[in-house]
């Protein structure tokens, strides 16, 4: 069974992955403004569970499917992007997507790559 894992430190810096065994697979990360975007937006409406916190401020927090999918799709949708306001715009794009939708994306993402983020730009922002 494969557990989702959202790593954050006070860099800032969000990690996704997918943890298998002893199998960790990155699936998404961001730095910097981008983090701190994704974190304002995007994880206010998802229910994480804190699995490790160290003294330093960083944590590993634990998530359902549905939510790491959300944030993988998210994050894909911003890691080549500068403009700050199309940032928001796709972030909370994303936010508002329910389950099939979000499912959508990440298929078409795992079938074509990043043709499918540059899609998803094209379509909501």
């Known amino acids: ?28 990360e961001v730095t910097g403004s981008k983090a701190g975007l994704a974190r304002r ?6 229910d994480l569970r804190e699995l490790i916190k160290f003294r330093d401020g960083r944590a590993v927090m634990e998530m359902d499917e549905d939510s790491a999918l959300k944030i993988a799709v998210g994050l894909r949708a911003i890691i080549g992007l500068r403009a700050k306001d199309r940032m928001v715009k796709a972030l909370q794009a994303v936010n508002a997507m329910d389950k099939g939708e979000v499912y959508w994306w990440h298929s078409l993402y ?5 043709r499918a983020i540059r899609a998803l730009r094209t379509a909501y922002l």
């Open 1 to 28: 069974m494969a557990q989702y894992r959202l790593s954050l430190s006070k860099r800032p810096t969000l990690r996704l992955y997918r943890v298998e065994g002893q199998n960790r697979k990155p699936l998404a």
């Open 41 to 46: 937006i995007l994880l206010q409406g998802i």
């Open 110 to 114: 795992l079938r074509v790559g990043d």
